[in-house]
């Protein structure tokens, strides 16, 4: 006769069939996702051991390789199966702006947008390029710097824009610190680039500011 791992009250699997995962902690989803604990420690005491370590499910998530597989009970097999479940995270959060399709609303865009740049540990600038229909042409990440800001060059966004057959952009851009309130500098960025698309006729319909669990829009504040 085989014996349940779980104790009676800490069978978080029947509580997401139950009730649904959306009623799980977070501790209790982590424990699903691991499925055993190691030894001397339970899979539901090393989730909640992880979820302290980590800061919080967005710190495992986003967790180098060498610090996560530093953790005692973690390694190169539950790394991949993390990355993996970001990934498809990202995508299924991806369909509404597949390539090609129309932009359906700023909502769609800023989740997009948070899939993409959301767990960047460094800055990331990025251009999502439209055709004059607002369908999209591409997403591309444009510049990367440190956790202080990226260096980003107008003149090579031109170029991009031009060679993408661009109509039009929305910018946007990830604060590691995870604050999405934009900088002076950033709104100077913004108008710089606004500038030197207009030259070209290539509009810029935004540039988003991508925090922690927040998008600010330049073009919702007035600040374009």
Known sequence: MTTDPWPSDERPRE???????????????LAIFLRTGTTGMPVMALSRYLIEEFSGLRGLMTASQGKFCRVKGLGSAKYAQVQA????????MDEPLRQ???????????????????TYPHEVFAGLFLDNRHRVIQYRELFRGTIDGAAVYPREVVRQALEDNAAA??????HPSGVAEPSQADISLTRRLKEALGLVDIRVLDHMVVGHGEVISLAERGLM
């Open 15 to 29: 509580r997401l069939l139950a009730h649904g995962a959306q009623s799980l902690s977070d501790a209790e989803l």
């Open 169 to 174: 952009v929305i910018f946007a851009h990830n």
């Open 100 to 118: 090609g399709d129309p932009l359906r609303s700023p909502e769609d865009t800023r989740r997009f947008l948070t899939s993409r740049l959301g």
């Open 85 to 92: 479940a970001m990934e498809m995270a990202r995508r299924v």
